[in-house]
């Protein structure tokens, strides 16, 4: 074929003259040379296209098929991990719920019977144990002392009344004879104020000179008739001013016997003064022995042991065995203080005693299945308390309460591992019990624990 045959070109067959005398501008002759040119085949190239293709399809699909090979791997590890920690979760679970932390709570109520008592009972400070026969326990009696002493402030007032004083010089110019004066002799000024003598003198005679009668003098101490200010006046000297005599007005003495002062009168006065009233001892004996009781009542608290029972019927009440004041009604005093001793009597006995005396009178009486339990509520009645002999007696009522014998280890050894309806029949055979209450945790379990430990039994 032609197409198939190779043919040979010369290079002036190739390019133009023209372009050839672009490559000759030296006017070098280009020689020729036969070029071999070759055809491509189209079908070989398209099969080798092909081929190249599949080549490329296979390699692609083969990765693939290794990653999604990949994929599956990872998925299945996955899984199988999951599956791992579930299998060991629920190991756990088991072993936390069902062993581990597993408990049972049982509450269980027993059959009782009231046990009714009423009888008298001595307590007695004399004797040191319980006699049964005779209903007698021992008692303690406790004698607390308190004296107290405190000031108070008096709320009363009074007046403070107080009367001029002063010294005036009485003058006898009237005989040479002494003339005697008696004590509260009055003495009035011009303006009719009076003063009297504080004790009884004797005014000494006049005497004479030259046919004269010389006056005599003597001081004398005076106090004003009545109290305050309005007494308290100025000197009253010669010639404007002397005392007379009232009780020689009329007669001719009158005017021979006067007194005179150099200095004022001093010392009245109108003024308020704080008294104690009866309300303020009264007010203040109150408190006192409030005190004494209150100091009495702290001894009873913190010295009488706590084991020991104080009724208050055995309680003397306070005893008041001196109370004294400072003070009495009336006098002036703004502050006055007050004490006073007081004593209480107390018989105090351990009720466990009384108790102990109760169930051994009951004891005979109960069933030998019973057991007593729970402390009883005792009512204390008809008391009569000698506190010099240091005795109480009293009616004692009570409901003693007698529970049906139950052993915590044998129950809890029966109920050990047993499910619930087990647990119903064992409980509904015991003849001793009234009602349970089983309580399992965590709730899902389903049966009581095997270990003792970890069951907690509670008897009613």
């Given at each position: 074929?032609?197409?198939?045959?190779?043919?040979k070109r010369?290079?002036?067959?190739i390019?133009?003259?023209?372009?050839l005398?672009?490559?000759?501008?030296?006017q070098?002759q280009?020689?020729?040379?036969?070029?071999?040119i070759?055809f491509?085949?189209?079908?070989?190239?398209?099969r080798?296209?092909e081929d190249?293709k599949?080549?490329e399809?296979?390699?692609v699909?083969?990765?693939?098929?290794?990653?999604?090979?990949?994929?599956?791997?990872?998925?299945?590890?996955?899984k199988f991990?999951?599956?791992?920690?579930?299998f060991?979760?629920l190991?756990?679970?088991y072993?936390?719920?069902?062993?581990?932390?597993a408990?049972?709570?049982?509450?269980?109520t027993t059959?009782?019977?009231e046990?009714p008592?009423?009888?008298?009972?001595?307590?007695?400070?004399?004797?040191?144990a319980?006699?049964?026969?005779?209903?007698v326990?021992?008692?303690?009696l406790?004698?607390?002392?308190?004296?107290?002493?405190?000031?108070f402030?008096?709320?009363?007032q009074?007046?403070?009344?107080?009367k001029?004083k002063?010294?005036?010089?009485?003058?006898?110019?009237?005989?040479?004879?002494?003339?005697?004066?008696v004590a509260i002799?009055?003495?009035?000024?011009p303006?009719?104020?009076?003063?009297?003598?504080?004790?009884?003198?004797?005014?000494?005679?006049?005497s004479?000179?030259?046919?004269?009668l010389?006056?005599?003098?003597?001081?004398?101490?005076v106090?004003?008739?009545?109290?305050?200010?309005?007494?308290?006046?100025d000197?009253?000297?010669?010639?404007?001013?002397?005392?007379?005599?009232?009780?020689?007005?009329g007669?001719?003495?009158?005017?021979?016997?006067?007194?005179?002062?150099t200095?004022?009168?001093?010392g009245g006065?109108?003024?308020?003064?704080?008294?104690?009233?009866?309300?303020d001892?009264?007010n203040?004996e109150d408190?006192i022995?409030?005190?004494?009781?209150?100091?009495?009542?702290q001894?009873?608290?913190?010295?009488?042991?706590?084991?020991?029972?104080?009724?208050s019927e055995?309680?003397?009440?306070?005893?008041?065995?001196n109370v004294?004041?400072?003070a009495s009604?009336?006098?002036?005093?703004?502050?006055?203080?007050?004490?006073?001793?007081?004593?209480?009597?107390i018989?105090a006995?351990n009720?466990?005693?009384?108790?102990e005396y109760?169930q051994?009178m009951?004891?005979?009486?109960?069933d030998e299945?019973?057991?007593?339990c729970?402390?009883?509520e005792?009512?204390y009645?008809?008391?009569?308390?000698?506190?010099n002999?240091?005795?109480?007696k009293?009616?004692v009522?009570?409901?003693?309460?007698a529970?049906h014998?139950?052993?915590?280890?044998?129950?809890?050894?029966t109920?050990?591992?047993?499910?619930?309806?087990?647990?119903?029949?064992?409980?509904e055979?015991?003849l001793g019990i009234?009602?349970?209450?089983v309580?399992?945790?965590?709730l899902?379990?389903?049966?009581?624990?095997?270990?003792l430990k970890k069951i907690?039994?509670?008897?009613?």
């Open positions: 074929m032609e197409n198939s045959q190779k043919k010369k290079v002036k067959d390019f133009s003259p023209h372009e005398n672009n490559y000759s501008s030296d070098t280009i020689e020729t040379e036969e070029i071999p070759r491509i085949d189209k079908a070989k190239v398209e080798k296209i190249t599949s080549e399809n296979i390699t699909t083969a990765s693939a098929l290794k990653e999604k090979w990949t994929n599956k791997k990872k998925v299945l590890d996955k991990k999951i599956l791992l920690g579930v060991f979760a190991v756990a679970f072993y936390l719920g069902f062993v581990l932390l408990k049972a709570e049982v509450n269980i059959k009782k019977m046990m008592f009423s009888g008298t009972i001595l307590v007695d400070r004399n004797v040191f319980t006699n049964f026969s005779q209903a326990i021992s008692g303690n406790f004698v607390f002392k308190a004296d107290e002493t405190q000031e402030s008096s709320t009363g009074g007046k403070d009344e107080r001029a002063g010294i005036i010089t009485i003058y006898n110019n009237y005989s040479t004879s002494p003339q005697i004066l002799t009055r003495f009035e000024t303006d009719n104020k009076i003063f009297r003598l504080d004790s009884r003198i004797v005014v000494p005679g006049a004479t000179k030259n046919g004269e010389i006056p005599s003098t003597i001081d004398v101490k106090t004003a008739d009545e109290a305050g200010p309005d007494y308290n006046i000197a009253c000297n010669l010639p404007d001013c002397k005392f007379t005599i009232p009780g020689f007005e007669t001719s003495k009158f005017e021979g016997f006067y007194g005179v002062s200095k004022e009168m001093t006065s109108f003024g308020a003064v704080p008294l104690v009233a009866s309300e001892l009264k203040a408190i022995l409030q005190t004494v009781m209150d100091s009495i009542e001894d009873l608290q913190n010295k009488i042991p706590k084991e020991l029972k104080v009724l055995a309680k003397s009440g306070i005893k008041i065995t004294d004041s400072d009604v009336g006098d002036s005093r703004e502050k006055f203080t007050v004490s006073a001793e007081g004593e209480v009597n018989i006995f009720e466990n005693d009384i108790i109760i051994a009951l004891d005979e009486d109960k299945n019973y057991e007593f729970q402390k009883p005792l009512e009645l008809e008391f009569k308390t000698d506190f002999e240091g005795t109480l009293m009616l009522k009570t409901n003693q309460i529970c014998k139950l052993s915590l280890d044998e129950i809890k050894q109920i050990a591992g047993k499910s619930r309806e087990e647990l119903d029949k064992i409980f055979s015991n009234k009602e349970v209450e309580k399992l945790w965590p899902w379990i389903m049966k009581v624990p095997n270990s907690n039994l509670f008897i009613d």
